[in-house]
C-alpha cells in the first residue's frame, strides 16, 4: 500500500496544495522554502501533536481560525489489508474496506487526535470497536529521518531510532517463522488486547473496588474504570547494540557522524536485499527523509538513491527532500522531482519536467553556467523574469524545438560576460568553446545611465554582434515588451516601482498565459531571439 495523493491546506507556510506521488519522490528547493513544512505535516497525519507541542504551532501565522486539513489517499488497500500479520485487525479492515482497493484519510485541527475514513466517497460516520488499533496495524509503517534527529537520536543509537526501527523489523520478520516466536505473539496479543483477556478483567475489578469506596464520600460517582495500554510487542526486540571495527571496535553511537550516516546506507542496503527476497515481507514502509545527502561524498549519495529505488521497487515508498544534484540528475521511471518554492510567504509545490530539470539543477549546482550539462546552446537573458517567462512559453509552444539553456545576466552586462566566459572556460580542453559562434545574448534597451557600460560590451564581444548573436529589446525590459492586455504591459515608470518578486511573478502569470499568437505577432523580437537561438542550435 501507498500513498497516491497529497492535500494539504493551513499548515504552517503551506496553504493549500495537492499532488499526485509516485514510488520515488524528490524535493529540491531554497532553504525556507517549505519542504521541512511538508514532511512534518505527514509526520502530524500519521503520529498526532508531538509531545510538548501546541496545536498553535502548526497554524500558518499561528492562526487558529484557519483549520489545518491532511488529507492522504492511499492506493492498494487491498493488499495492504491482506498483507496483515494480525488475523483479527486483517478482518476488520477487510470488512471496512468492503472491497474498495482505494483509501482516503482525514486528520483535521478542529478534531486532532482523530482520523476519518473516506471509501468510495462516502465518510465513516463511526469506527467499529477496536478499529483504531487494526487502522494504525494496516497503515504503512512511517519512518521521518530528519536531520535534528540524526544529531539528537540516531548518534545515540536508541531502540527508536530509524536504524533501531529497521533492524527490529527485520528481525521480526525472520521470527515470523518460527512457531515457537508465533505462539508466543498469539498470547502476548491475547493477555493484553481481547477485551476478555485476565488484565482486563482484574483491572475491571479493581475499578469496582475502588468506585465501593468512593462512592463514600461521593455518592455521585457511579463507575471508576482503568485504562491501560497494551505494551507494544515490537519494543521486545529493539534492547540491542551495533559494534563497528574500523580499525577501531566500538559502538556505533561512538563513530563520527559519516560512519553513522554511511552505517544506514549498508542497512538498508541489506535491508532492501532482504525485502527483495521475500514476497510476503509484510507491512510497507515510508521512508521521509530530509536532506538525504548529509554527510555523504556524491559517490555515496548516488549508491543510496540506487538503494532507495530498490526498496520502493515493490512496497515501500520514498519521499526525500535535497540540495544535491545527485539525486536530481538521473532519469528514473519510479522518480517525480517538485520544486518547492516561497511566493509571498506561501509555499507552492510544482511537478519538475524535463525542460525544468536543467534548470534545477542548474540552481543546485550554485548557478555556474560552467556546471551546465550539455544543451543544444545557450540564451543569456536580463534575468530571472525572462528565464521564467521563456521557460513557460516553451515548454507550452515550441517543445519540439532543440534543447536551449537560458541563463540569467542577473541584469548586468558584467555578468553576461562572466556568462559568457563561462562557458567559453567549460570547453577549454577543445582549445575553444563549441558555442562559441552559437550562444545568443537577449538584452533590454539601455538607458542613459547604462549606455556606456551596454557600448563596452558590445565593443568587447563585437565578432558576437557582427554575427548577430547580441540581440536587443525594443524597450527598457521585459515588462515593457508585454502584450498590452489583461494588465500585463507595464510602463517604464511602473516597472521602477516593481519589486524583482513582483516582476518574477508577473514573467509566470504572463508565460503561464499568453497565447502563441500573441507572443510570435506581439513579442516579435523575442520570438525572434528564440528562433536565432534555435537556429544555431547543434
Same mark, same amino acid.
Given at each position: 500500500?501507498?500513498?497516491?495523493?497529497?492535500?494539504?491546506?493551513?499548515?504552517?507556510?503551506?496553504?493549500?496544495?495537492?499532488?499526485?506521488?509516485?514510488?520515488?519522490?524528490?524535493?529540491?528547493?531554497?532553504?525556507?522554502?517549505?519542504?521541512?513544512?511538508?514532511?512534518?505535516?505527514?509526520?502530524?497525519?500519521?503520529?498526532?501533536?508531538?509531545?510538548?507541542?501546541?496545536?498553535?504551532?502548526?497554524?500558518?501565522?499561528?492562526?487558529?481560525?484557519?483549520?489545518?486539513?491532511?488529507?492522504?489517499?492511499?492506493?492498494?488497500?487491498?493488499?495492504?489489508?491482506?498483507?496483515?500479520?494480525?488475523?483479527?485487525?486483517?478482518?476488520?479492515?477487510?470488512?471496512?474496506?468492503?472491497?474498495?482497493?482505494?483509501?482516503?484519510?482525514?486528520?483535521?485541527?478542529?478534531?486532532?487526535?482523530?482520523?476519518?475514513?473516506?471509501?468510495?466517497?462516502?465518510?465513516?460516520?463511526?469506527?467499529?470497536?477496536?478499529?483504531? +488499533?487494526?487502522?494504525? %496495524?494496516? $497503515?504503512?509503517?512511517?519512518?521521518?529521518? !530528519?536531520?535534528?534527529?540524526? =544529531?539528537? *537520536?540516531?548518534? @545515540?543509537?536508541?531502540?527508536?531510532?530509524?536504524?533501531?526501527?529497521?533492524?527490529?523489523?527485520?528481525?521480526?520478520?525472520?521470527?515470523?517463522?518460527?512457531?515457537?516466536?508465533?505462539?508466543?505473539?498469539?498470547?502476548?496479543?491475547?493477555?493484553?488486547?481481547?477485551?476478555?483477556?485476565?488484565? +482486563?478483567?482484574?483491572? %475491571?475489578? $479493581?475499578?469496582?473496588?475502588?468506585?465501593? !469506596?468512593?462512592?463514600?464520600? =461521593?455518592? *455521585?460517582?457511579? @463507575?471508576?474504570?482503568?485504562?491501560?495500554?497494551?505494551?507494544?510487542?515490537?519494543?521486545?526486540?529493539?534492547?540491542?547494540?551495533?559494534?563497528?571495527?574500523?580499525?577501531?571496535?566500538?559502538?556505533?553511537?561512538?563513530?563520527?557522524?559519516?560512519?553513522?550516516?554511511?552505517?544506514?546506507?549498508?542497512?538498508?542496503?541489506?535491508?532492501?536485499?532482504?525485502?527483495?527476497?521475500?514476497?510476503?515481507?509484510?507491512?510497507? =514502509?515510508?521512508?521521509?527523509?530530509?536532506?538525504?545527502?548529509?554527510?555523504?561524498?556524491?559517490?555515496?549519495?548516488?549508491?543510496?538513491?540506487?538503494?532507495?529505488?530498490?526498496?520502493?521497487?515493490?512496497?515501500?515508498?520514498?519521499?526525500?527532500?535535497?540540495?544535491?544534484?545527485?539525486?536530481?540528475?538521473?532519469?528514473?521511471?519510479?522518480?517525480?522531482?517538485?520544486?518547492?518554492?516561497?511566493?509571498?510567504?506561501?509555499?507552492?509545490?510544482?511537478?519538475?519536467?524535463?525542460?525544468?530539470?536543467?534548470?534545477?539543477?542548474?540552481?543546485?549546482?550554485?548557478?555556474?553556467?560552467?556546471?551546465?550539462?550539455?544543451?543544444?546552446?545557450?540564451?543569456?537573458?536580463?534575468?530571472?523574469?525572462?528565464?521564467?517567462?521563456?521557460?513557460?512559453?516553451?515548454?507550452?509552444?515550441?517543445?519540439?524545438?532543440?534543447?536551449?539553456?537560458?541563463?540569467?545576466?542577473?541584469?548586468?552586462?558584467?555578468?553576461?560576460?562572466?556568462?559568457?566566459?563561462?562557458?567559453?572556460?567549460?570547453?577549454?580542453?577543445?582549445?575553444?568553446?563549441?558555442?562559441?559562434?552559437?550562444?545568443?545574448?537577449?538584452?533590454?534597451?539601455?538607458?542613459?545611465?547604462?549606455?556606456?557600460?551596454?557600448?563596452?560590451?558590445?565593443?568587447?564581444?563585437?565578432?558576437?554582434?557582427?554575427?548577430?548573436?547580441?540581440?536587443?529589446?525594443?524597450?527598457?525590459?521585459?515588462?515593457?515588451?508585454?502584450?498590452?492586455?489583461?494588465?500585463?504591459?507595464?510602463?517604464?515608470?511602473?516597472?521602477?516601482?516593481?519589486?524583482?518578486?513582483?516582476?518574477?511573478?508577473?514573467?509566470?502569470?504572463?508565460?503561464?498565459?499568453?497565447?502563441?499568437?500573441?507572443?510570435?505577432?506581439?513579442?516579435?523580437?523575442?520570438?525572434?531571439?528564440?528562433?536565432?537561438?534555435?537556429?544555431?542550435?547543434?
Amino acid at each position: 500500500m501507498k500513498i497516491s495523493r497529497v492535500s494539504i491546506e493551513n499548515f504552517r507556510s503551506i496553504k493549500k496544495t495537492e499532488f499526485n506521488c509516485s514510488n520515488f519522490n524528490v524535493f529540491v528547493g531554497q532553504n525556507n522554502a517549505g519542504k521541512t513544512n511538508f514532511f512534518e505535516a505527514i509526520e502530524w497525519f500519521f503520529n498526532g501533536l508531538p509531545k510538548g507541542k501546541s496545536i498553535r504551532d502548526l497554524h500558518p501565522n499561528r492562526d487558529t481560525e484557519k483549520e489545518i486539513c491532511v488529507e492522504i489517499e492511499f492506493s492498494d488497500a487491498q493488499h495492504g489489508a491482506k498483507n496483515m500479520r494480525n488475523e483479527g485487525n486483517r478482518e476488520k479492515m477487510l470488512k471496512v474496506l468492503n472491497g474498495s482497493d482505494t483509501l482516503i484519510v482525514r486528520r483535521k485541527s478542529s478534531e486532532p487526535t482523530k482520523r476519518k475514513l473516506v471509501i468510495e466517497g462516502a465518510e465513516l460516520e463511526r469506527n467499529p470497536a477496536g478499529f483504531d +488499533k487494526a487502522f494504525n %496495524d494496516f $497503515l504503512p509503517k512511517f519512518e521521518y529521518i !530528519h536531520t535534528k534527529q540524526y =544529531f539528537d *537520536e540516531v548518534a @545515540k543509537y536508541s531502540a527508536k531510532s530509524p536504524i533501531g526501527i529497521m533492524l527490529s523489523s527485520v528481525l521480526e520478520e525472520i521470527l515470523q517463522d518460527n512457531p515457537q516466536y508465533r505462539e508466543f505473539r498469539e498470547k502476548f496479543d491475547e493477555l493484553f488486547d481481547d477485551d476478555g483477556s485476565q488484565v +482486563k478483567i482484574e483491572f %475491571d475489578r $479493581l475499578g469496582g473496588s475502588v468506585k465501593t !469506596h468512593l462512592e463514600k464520600q =461521593f455518592a *455521585e460517582c457511579t @463507575k471508576v474504570s482503568f485504562e491501560v495500554s497494551s505494551p507494544e510487542f515490537n519494543d521486545l526486540l529493539k534492547n540491542f547494540q551495533t559494534r563497528v571495527d574500523d580499525g577501531v571496535e566500538t559502538y556505533a553511537s561512538e563513530k563520527g557522524d559519516g560512519m553513522q550516516r554511511a552505517l544506514m546506507l549498508a542497512i538498508i542496503q541489506a535491508y532492501a536485499e532482504y525485502r527483495k527476497g521475500r514476497e510476503e515481507a509484510g507491512k510497507s =514502509f515510508l521512508f521521509f527523509i530530509d536532506e538525504a545527502e548529509l554527510h555523504l561524498h556524491p559517490t555515496a549519495q548516488r549508491k543510496l538513491k540506487n538503494v532507495l529505488l530498490e526498496l520502493c521497487a515493490d512496497l515501500d515508498q520514498v519521499f526525500l527532500n535535497t540540495h544535491s544534484s545527485v539525486f536530481v540528475a538521473d532519469d528514473h521511471p519510479d522518480q517525480t522531482i517538485y520544486k518547492v518554492e516561497k511566493e509571498e510567504r506561501i509555499t507552492g509545490f510544482r511537478p519538475v519536467d524535463a525542460l525544468d530539470k536543467p534548470y534545477v539543477v542548474f540552481e543546485l549546482l550554485g548557478g555556474s553556467p560552467s556546471d551546465l550539462l550539455l544543451p543544444r546552446n545557450f540564451l543569456i537573458v536580463e534575468g530571472p523574469s525572462e528565464v521564467e517567462f521563456l521557460t513557460r512559453v516553451i515548454r507550452r509552444f515550441y517543445s519540439d524545438k532543440p534543447s536551449v539553456q537560458i541563463i540569467s545576466a542577473e541584469g548586468d552586462t558584467h555578468q553576461a560576460r562572466r556568462s559568457i566566459n563561462a562557458i567559453r572556460k567549460s570547453f577549454k580542453p577543445l582549445e575553444n568553446s563549441i558555442f562559441e559562434e552559437r550562444m545568443v545574448v537577449l538584452c533590454d534597451a539601455p538607458t542613459q545611465n547604462a549606455q556606456a557600460g551596454f557600448d563596452e560590451f558590445v565593443r568587447d564581444f563585437k565578432p558576437y554582434n557582427d554575427r548577430g548573436q547580441i540581440k536587443i529589446l525594443e524597450n527598457g525590459s521585459l515588462e515593457e515588451c508585454y502584450p498590452d492586455f489583461d494588465d500585463w504591459k507595464r510602463t517604464e515608470q511602473q516597472v521602477s516601482d516593481m519589486s524583482g518578486k513582483q516582476k518574477t511573478k508577473l514573467s509566470k502569470r504572463v508565460g503561464d498565459q499568453i497565447s502563441k499568437e500573441q507572443f510570435e505577432n506581439e513579442m516579435k523580437p523575442v520570438y525572434e531571439t528564440l528562433v536565432c537561438t534555435w537556429d544555431r542550435a547543434f
